[in-house]
């Protein structure tokens, strides 16, 4: 239940620890700790997202040859080549591109699955926004 929970959150682009919106700091990237938690959004080392990327292509390459072969199928014997071949570039390219915050933010899920998060890695996050955060006059 745990896990579906986490993916769920994942899912709809939210911090998989606590379920709080905003971990986005743009298209490509995700801020540097969840807002509301203080989890540090990258548990990792450099090339972390590297799987996020992986899973982009690997869907998107599925998904891509699921639809070429039933357009094959359906419009057999005169299949469209021409419109395939353009038509799946450009649907490639945009799905990719559509689907790369999902994707990051489901690697970052099921790495919280296989890695719980710890009070320590939470106390690191809420250090660090104490470090950025401005000092108040008194």
Not at 2 to 22: D, Y
Not at 99 to 123: N, Q, S
Request: include cysteine; aromatic fraction near 8%; hydrophobic fraction near 50%.
């Amino acid at each position: 239940m745990r896990a579906i929970r986490i993916v769920w959150r994942g899912t709809r682009l939210h911090c998989p620890h606590c379920g709080s919106g905003g971990i986005l700091a743009g298209w490509f990237t995700l801020k540097h700790r969840c807002p509301s938690c203080g989890l540090v959004l990258d548990r990792g080392e450099s090339d972390y997202f590297l799987g996020a990327y992986l899973v982009n292509l690997v869907a998107v390459e599925l998904i891509l040859t699921a639809i070429m072969v039933a357009i094959g199928i359906a419009t057999a014997p005169d299949v469209p080549w021409t419109l395939l071949t353009w038509g799946g570039v450009a649907f490639a390219v945009v799905v990719a591109i559509g689907c790369y915050p999902l994707t990051k933010v489901l690697w970052l899920a099921f790495d919280v699955i296989l890695r719980p998060v710890t009070r320590e890695e939470l106390a690191l996050g809420r250090e660090d926004t104490r470090a950025v955060a401005p000092a108040r006059e008194p």
